[in-house]
């Protein structure tokens, strides 16, 4: 069986832990787009792991992690990813495959990033800054230099001589005469081309060969959907496809051979950066969310807005992802609330909006609209593994959340270890 884990909000909904719980009963774990912009995090008996390009499921002994080509890889960010692993005494050493195809960030990306985003001013998107909008610039540019150019030194040079002498037009003189050093980049490309060379596959084929022999694929994306590039609210979105149709053409799988679509949500809301955000409560009520959330960027560090859950944002990435399922995380950070609000539509204008708009600028503008839950104060969700065990107002809640967004919720998180999981539907099972 095949499997595709997808955010259903705008990212940070707890997918690490959900993707790592679910790589104890998978074979092979693929990440198919991104790049180290994205933050993974587990929690390990109580011990804190971020990845941001290694697949999660690697934390488990004895499986194999792909990272496909539609990620986008800064080479010394995942050095540093494997040498941190180590250090935990996890190798991943004959277990990752890294794409052939896959594109390079490079060091000249990283400058244009902040350039641009100083330029925009008030306007910013709210990128990490780390090279990965400029990268997937350079790949629909047909310019891009990919992981199989660092294994032939004179063809990288002259796709690398190419793109400086651009990038040269491009940045100003203020920002730094080594973003277009073309023999410092070079040396220092080639010798990290070496040290990854190890891990460099071609990864569609190794996939197939895993599709042969009836193993579980499990992808594992980044972000969320409502940082598609192409599904989100556009432009203040990521520069990849996060929706599920990302898992196919970053990996080369044919959308037939997946079975099965995941969906993870808070039990709440965040998101990082610039854009609307419709449920967002910026008062003392979102700040408890951010502090009893632990809501701080795993790439960053920077503050998450906080809001309610958002039914629309929800049933929207049911719809273009082609839900099978949700998974609920973070359940517990809302023991303790009175009242929980649950925001079911959007008014604009005046009118009751039914279908999630397609404008950033209208959705701006949207006020939303709830219906208010009572909490389950005096009881806690905390680290319960049973459905039936959870408070009664819990129940309803989440209950709620299903019938209105329209999709099974199959697994419930109650707590950032591994062992704060209710299964009431197996994933791997038809």
Known sequence: MNLVVVGMQWGDEGKGKVVDFLSETADVIIRYQGGHNAGHTVVIEGQTIILHLIPTGLLHAGKIGVIGHGVVVDPKALLDEIEMLASKGISVTGRLFLSDAAHLVMPYHRTMDHESEQRRGASKIGTTGRGIGPAYADKMARVGIRVADLLDPQHFR??????????????????????????????????????????????????????????????????????DVDMGAYPYVTSSNATAGGACTGTGVGPTQIDKVIGVAKA???????????????????????????????????????????VMAARYAVDVNGLTAMVVTKLDILDGFSEIPLCTGYQYKGQLLTEMPTSANVLQHCTPVYQVFDGWRGQTTAGATSYGKLPDNARRYLEAIETRVGCPVDLISTGSDRGGMIIRRAPFVS
């Open 158 to 227: 002259e796709k690398l001589s190419a793109n400086l002498t651009e990038t040269g037009r491009l940045l100003p003189t203020t920002a730094g005469e080594h973003t277009v050093d073309l023999q410092k980049i070079y040396d220092e490309y080639l010798a990290l081309g070496e040290r990854i060379k190890p891990y460099i596959a071609g990864t569609a084929r190794i996939l197939r060969q895993a599709i042969g022999r009836k193993q579980h694929l499990l992808f594992e994306g980044a972000q969320g959907t409502q940082l």
């Open 268 to 310: 709440y809301a965040t998101r990082v950066g610039s854009g609307p955000f419709p449920s967002e409560t910026d008062n003392d009520i979102g700040e408890r969310l951010r502090t009893q959330g632990q809501e701080f960027g795993a790439t960053t560090g920077r503050s998450r807005r906080c809001g309610w859950f958002d």
